[in-house]
């Protein structure tokens, strides 16, 4: 079992930065592939970013590669999505996931654990 807990979330301009961390519990988040997805009302939740177990590997989504870097530290049980050059699009809850698939997985299903969300609102 894995907790997930966001933070990080907020209001900010378009163009400006944001860096959302998660917290995973447990002794074995260093086993997991760990993703981010955003989702926005009454659309499906869209996968954003995801990294390796080791952290050796990326996969991003078309529309924020380039602008976002998805980084874990083991050591801290955290993994981070640094997002800049936000865009009034990039608007969401964006959620924190852990799984135990390959990095390129990018369907929600292919993910076991979710966090609560954290909410990201860019202004233009």
């Known amino acids: 079992q894995v907790q997930l807990v966001e933070s990080g979330g907020g209001l900010v301009q378009a163009g400006g930065s944001l860096r959302l961390s998660c917290a995973a519990s447990?002794?074995?988040?260093?086993?997991?592939?760990m993703g981010w997805f955003r989702q926005t009302p009454g659309k499906e939740r869209e996968f954003v970013a995801s990294?390796?177990?080791?952290?050796?590997?990326?996969y991003y989504a078309t529309s924020v590669k380039g602008r976002f870097t998805i980084s874990r530290v083991n050591a801290k049980n955290t993994v981070y999505l640094e997002m800049n050059s936000l865009k009034s699009e990039d608007t969401a809850v964006y959620y924190c996931?852990?799984?135990?698939?390959?990095?390129?997985?990018?369907?929600?299903?292919?993910?076991?654990?979710w966090g609560q969300g954290t909410q990201v609102t860019v202004s233009s």
């Open positions: 447990g002794r074995t988040f260093s086993t997991y592939t």
């Open positions: 990294i390796s177990a080791s952290g050796g590997s990326t």
């Open positions: 996931t852990a799984g135990r698939r390959p990095f390129v997985a990018t369907g929600p299903g292919e993910y076991d654990y």
